[in-house]
């Protein structure tokens, strides 16, 4: 199913995949950024058809903007029309004001509503960048698939959404939230494997330019860079490449594009000049052609 939707998986997270899907478990993914965290929850949602409802973690995050928030503009508007119209009964305004139809829905309380298709696949990015208090308020919602509301009480999910959590380990995430998932390294790919993973989403590129791509971002991922660059980056210098009509890599290309693989200004200063066509040479002279 993976491979159907263009993402090439390992077969140990093929494996833990399929067990989080088969025991309803949640399933946190760690490891650098740019190695396919992310795109699995997506794949998983096309895979099996069903809607991709997704939190993106941020610092500060709270309760209130994961689960949901009360549409005060649209309150005050009625209170206003009730006002104009005489006779509002405060406590019957309270019970109306207070409904679904004021409720804007955030990630956490659409994932717990029925979906058409059935239950959607929730994905919790980058849950690193969260606090402590947020972890600690996540562990009802994965325990029990639940959310409390105070003003409607507690909404459980008819059918658990898929969920998956992802983690740059930027911190460490707390045990507690973690014995309740499935746990996957998602580690670079070997040679091979993104290769494989390269033709699958950039099919157009000819063979000797993906080999060598392949090759030159592996070779980089060795160097000793602020942030090595992911599957992500190689994906996209491949594209690039293919919009400059490159078929094969030279020391000017690399001058060039250096920038679709690494962001930060002193890993490019690094890699620049010389050094990008020192390395270059190693890699052609690895690289067997047919």
Known sequence: MLAGQGY???????TVVFLSLRLGRPLFLEGEAGVGKTEIAK??????????????????????????????????????TAEAGGGADR??????????????????????????????????????????????????ALSDFQVTIPELGTIKAPEPPIVILTSNRTREVHDALKRRCLY?????????????????????????????????????????????PGVAETID????????????????????T???ILKYQDDIQKIQGSEAKK???EVKKGLVFA
């Open 91 to 140: 406590d019957t305004l309270k019970a109306e004001l207070f409904t679904e139809d004021y409720l804007i829905e955030r990630p956490l309380l659409a994932a717990m509503r029925p979906q058409p298709g059935g239950a959607p696949v929730l994905l919790i990015d980058e849950l690193d960048r969260t606090d402590e208090p947020f972890e600690a308020f996540l562990l009802e």
């Open 258 to 260: 250096l920038g679709a």
């Open 8 to 14: 090439v998986a390992s077969r140990a997270l093929a």
């Open 43 to 80: 794949v998983l949602a096309a895979g099996l058809g069903r809607r991709l409802i997704r939190l993106q973690c941020h610092e500060g995050l709270d309760a209130a903007s994961a689960v949901c928030e009360w549409n005060f503009a649209a309150q005050m508007i009625a209170i206003r």
């Open 184 to 228: 996957h390294w998602v580690d670079y790919p070997g040679f091979e494997r993104e290769l494989d993973i390269l033709r699958a989403r950039a099919p157009e590129a000819q063979d000797r330019l993906s080999r060598e791509v392949v090759a030159f971002v592996q070779r980089l991922r060795s160097e000793d860079l602020f942030k090595k």
């Open 279 to 281: 390395l270059l040479d």
């Open 237 to 256: 210098w491949a594209k690039c490449l293919l919009a400059l009509d490159v078929i094969q890599l030279s020391p000017e290309v690399i001058a060039d």
